[in-house]
C-alpha cells in the first residue's frame, strides 16, 4: 500500500532521531562515501545507466567527501551525470542546513500540508528533493554537524540510498572489534524513539516543525 505524504515525513522524522553518531571523523566520512558509491554501482538503476553525484560536507560547508558515479558525457553523446547534478545536490544541502532536517522530510511535509516551496520561504538556490541527510552527534542536539547527500534525479531513492547506507555503516560500527556478524535491517535506536508506526495516519511531523529553532520559521502553519 502506497504510503502517504505524512507517513513518509513521520518516518524520515524518526530516521534523523534514531541515526545519530558517537562521533563523525573525516575517515567516516570517506567510509561512507565510498559505501554509497559501492551500493548504487550494485543497483539496478546504475545497470541501466543511471549516474549519481555524492557529497559529505560539515554543517560550515567544508567538504569531506565528494565523487561522481558514472560521466558527464560519452561519445555517443549520452551521460549519466547531467551538468546541473552538483547545483542540484548543492541546493538539497541549503535545505539541510536551514531546517536542520532532512530533504526528503521537509519535501514530505510540505506535500502533507498542501504548502510549495515558496508558501514555506524556501526559494532562490534550495532544492527541496530526497538525498540530503542531517549528520547528528548522540550528544549535541543542537544542530547536526554535517550533511550526507546525493542526486541521481529520484528522490525517493535517493533519499533511501543515503539512509540505508548511514543505518548499515552505524551498525557496523556499533559491532565488537573481530565479529563477523551481519549487519542487522536496523539497529536500536540511539536515542529512545519508539520505530514509527506507518501503518496509521500520524502527525508527528507537524510537531516536528517547531521542535528545532531553525525549522520553526518556515513550518508555522498560518
Same mark, same amino acid.
Request: with cysteine; glycine share 10%; proline share 6%.
Given at each position: 500500500m502506497?504510503?502517504?505524504?505524512?507517513e513518509?515525513?513521520?518516518l524520515?522524522?524518526?530516521? #534523523?532521531? %534514531?541515526?545519530?553518531?558517537?562521533? =563523525?571523523?573525516? +575517515?567516516?566520512?570517506?567510509?561512507?562515501?565510498?559505501?554509497?558509491?559501492?551500493?548504487?554501482?550494485?543497483?539496478?538503476?546504475?545497470?541501466?545507466?543511471?549516474?549519481? /553525484?555524492?557529497?559529505i560536507?560539515?554543517?560550515a560547508?567544508?567538504?569531506?567527501?565528494?565523487?561522481? /558515479?558514472?560521466?558527464?558525457?560519452?561519445?555517443?553523446?549520452?551521460?549519466?551525470?547531467?551538468?546541473d547534478?552538483?547545483?542540484?545536490? #548543492?541546493?538539497? $544541502?541549503?535545505?539541510?542546513?536551514?531546517?536542520?532536517?532532512?530533504? =526528503?522530510? $521537509? #519535501?514530505?511535509?510540505m506535500?502533507?500540508?498542501?504548502?510549495?516551496?515558496?508558501?514555506?520561504?524556501?526559494?532562490?538556490?534550495?532544492?527541496?528533493?530526497?538525498?540530503?541527510?542531517?549528520?547528528?552527534?548522540?550528544?549535541?542536539?543542537?544542530?547536526?554537524?554535517? /550533511? $550526507?547527500?546525493c542526486?541521481?534525479?529520484?528522490?525517493?531513492?535517493?533519499?533511501?540510498? /543515503?539512509?540505508?547506507?548511514?543505518?548499515?555503516?552505524?551498525?557496523?560500527? +556499533?559491532?565488537?572489534?573481530?565479529?563477523?556478524?551481519?549487519?542487522?535491517?536496523?539497529?536500536?535506536?540511539?536515542?529512545?524513539?519508539?520505530?514509527? %508506526?506507518?501503518?496509521?495516519?500520524?502527525?508527528?511531523?507537524?510537531?516536528?516543525?517547531?521542535d528545532?529553532?531553525?525549522? #520553526?520559521?518556515?513550518?508555522?502553519?498560518?
Amino acid at each position: 500500500m502506497t504510503q502517504t505524504d505524512a507517513e513518509l515525513a513521520t518516518l524520515s522524522l524518526h530516521e #534523523e532521531r %534514531d541515526y545519530r553518531f558517537t562521533s =563523525f571523523s573525516a +575517515s567516516d566520512a570517506v567510509t561512507l562515501g565510498l559505501s554509497i558509491r559501492k551500493r548504487f554501482r550494485g543497483s539496478s538503476r546504475h545497470v541501466k545507466g543511471k549516474g549519481l /553525484v555524492i557529497s559529505i560536507q560539515t554543517i560550515a560547508g567544508h567538504t569531506l567527501f565528494s565523487c561522481t /558515479v558514472g560521466d558527464l558525457g560519452h561519445p555517443d553523446g549520452v551521460g549519466d551525470v547531467s551538468l546541473d547534478s552538483w547545483a542540484c545536490l #548543492e541546493g538539497m $544541502v541549503s535545505v539541510v542546513r536551514r531546517t536542520g532536517h532532512s530533504s =526528503f522530510y $521537509v #519535501e514530505k511535509s510540505m506535500g502533507a500540508m498542501g504548502k510549495t516551496p515558496k508558501q514555506m520561504g524556501i526559494q532562490g538556490d534550495f532544492r527541496v528533493n530526497g538525498g540530503a541527510f542531517p549528520i547528528w552527534l548522540q550528544n549535541a542536539p543542537c544542530c547536526p554537524i554535517g /550533511v $550526507v547527500a546525493c542526486y541521481s534525479g529520484s528522490s525517493q531513492d535517493d533519499h533511501t540510498l /543515503v539512509v540505508h547506507t548511514v543505518r548499515d555503516y552505524l551498525a557496523k560500527l +556499533s559491532r565488537p572489534a573481530g565479529s563477523s556478524t551481519p549487519a542487522p535491517e536496523s539497529i536500536p535506536s540511539m536515542v529512545n524513539v519508539p520505530p514509527p %508506526d506507518v501503518n496509521r495516519e500520524s502527525n508527528d511531523w507537524e510537531h516536528a516543525t517547531t521542535d528545532y529553532g531553525l525549522s #520553526e520559521a518556515p513550518y508555522s502553519h498560518p
